[in-house]
């Protein structure tokens, strides 16, 4: 009788402990855009990835888990991975990333408006993928599929 209550009472705290942590998720955004904005194209210490993106991209929602596995793959090889997202309404962009609860940083640009990142990053469709190296320099990807072999060459 007692290893039954105790079983449960863990059952039940697990329960809670899980509820607990899906509800405080809060994702990365530590790095502002201004940051984003000014920095890109100066020399750093690792490898940028700027996967752009949007709420509303089903092809965008569906390369999340491959963005994931490339994330935990390359996070301790010098590759900052940043999803930028177009979304225009905050708050789609948030129910967005509480769904996908992505663990790289994530950084909003609504309608991809600034003249610099347009230039730099001159895409059509999403998703989109570029991978800044260190000096600066942008490269474009066919595809963020593409981004495994790509870094695997790079590094």
């Not at 009472?9 to 904005?37: G, H, K, V, W």
Request: glycine share 2%.
């Amino acid at each position: 009788m007692k290893r039954t209550k105790l079983y449960l009472l863990t059952i039940i705290l697990f329960a809670t402990l899980s509820t607990y942590a899906q509800e405080n998720y809060a994702p990365d955004t530590s790095m502002s855009l201004d940051y984003f904005r000014t920095n890109f194209d100066q020399p750093k210490d690792e490898i940028w990835v700027a996967d752009f993106w949007a709420s509303w991209c089903g092809p965008c929602i569906k390369s999340m888990p491959y963005v994931k596995k490339m994330h935990q793959k390359y996070q301790d090889k010098g590759v900052k991975i940043l999803s930028v997202s177009i979304d225009k309404k905050e708050d789609a962009w948030t129910k967005a990333l509480n769904r996908i609860r992505p663990e790289w940083t994530q950084i909003r640009i609504p309608g991809n408006n600034n003249v610099k990142l347009k230039k730099a990053f001159p895409f059509k469709k999403i998703p989109a993928a570029y991978i800044i190296l260190k000096d600066g320099t942008v490269k474009t990807l066919e595809t963020i599929y593409d981004l495994d072999n790509e870094l695997k060459r790079l590094l």
